[in-house]
């Protein structure tokens, strides 16, 4: 049977239905489920009880999966798969434990970021650990003529420490630690849309600007890229399977109690496109 999609807000977002992810998907499915994640930047397949292989085996459909980068460990029997939790026993490899984390774009600190992640909820809390997604897409598309000249050919410098600040925006930066420029504008390799590609987390300043004129323009476009207008608010359910194109989108976490238990297994897919700029 054919898949449904559904929208999930007006700025981005399609619940797709009538798939199950557990079993091997044919050509013809793949490509609508392919379309529909283009075309809605995120998508979410509820109801789904997947393991670690089948979540591994639904996400090579869409390139070569990405080894885990961001932890001591990895488990050598599935290397790609992450733990998103604050469960101290998953026995897998875990980050971002607790509490609310910024926005961002995955990976954006490396020469060439991730095409895109699923997540998939095992454990939610009763309340928060909800995630944010901003189309930024939209965003881009509704600055003024302007401000879309002002950053035409701006490059920005993204930024990410692991083991300090992993959720929220650093004051200084450990020339040690991952870091990359990429252009404050980038082309979608397949859509040919422009995206804002900054983000309030990891972006830290704008080549060959002076601070101050750099703070401004960062602080604009992370204020324009969370606009409710652009933003969808996803409310786990235990069973959703969720998809986002992390080459034009960023995510956020709300804030959920510690004490609170919530387990996330996260499966990242390599971009085999090389970066493009505006």
């Not at 070569?64 to 101290?88: C, F, G, W, Y």
Request: with cysteine; hydrophobic share 40%; net charge negative.
């Amino acid at each position: 049977m054919p898949i449904t999609v559904t929208p999930l807000s007006d700025a981005l977002g399609a619940a797709i239905t009538g798939v199950d992810l557990s079993q091997d998907i044919d050509a013809e499915t793949v490509a609508a489920i392919k379309q529909a994640w283009l075309d809605n930047i995120i998508i979410v397949f509820p109801g789904q009880n997947i393991t670690d292989d089948e979540q591994e085996n639904f996400c090579r459909n869409f390139g070569d999966l990405e080894l885990v980068r961001t932890a001591t460990s990895i488990d050598q029997d599935h290397p790609s798969i992450m733990m998103i939790t604050n469960v101290k026993d998953s026995g897998k490899p875990t980050a971002l434990e607790d509490g609310e984390m910024m926005f961002h774009y995955d990976q954006c600190y490396y020469e060439q970021p991730s095409m895109g992640s699923t997540l998939y909820a095992i454990e939610i809390p009763d309340e928060g650990g909800n995630t944010l997604f901003a189309s930024c897409i939209k965003a881009y598309e509704a600055l003024s003529d302007d401000w879309k000249q002002r950053i035409e050919g701006l490059r920005a410098l993204n930024y990410y420490d692991y083991a300090r600040n992993p959720t929220m925006r650093p004051d200084d930066v450990n020339p040690d630690v991952p870091q990359w420029t990429h252009p404050v504008v980038r082309v979608h390799p397949e859509t040919g849309k422009k995206a804002i590609y900054v983000n309030r987390l990891m972006t830290i300043l704008i080549e060959g600007l002076p601070a101050e004129e750099s703070d401004e323009i960062l602080n604009y476009l992370f204020d324009h890229i969370e606009k409710p207008e652009f933003v969808y608010e996803h409310v786990w359910a235990v069973g959703d399977m969720m998809m986002w194109d992390n080459r034009c989108s960023v995510h956020a976490r709300t804030y959920f109690s510690p004490e609170k238990r919530r387990m996330m297994r996260r499966v990242t897919v390599r971009d085999a496109i090389p970066f493009a700029a505006a």
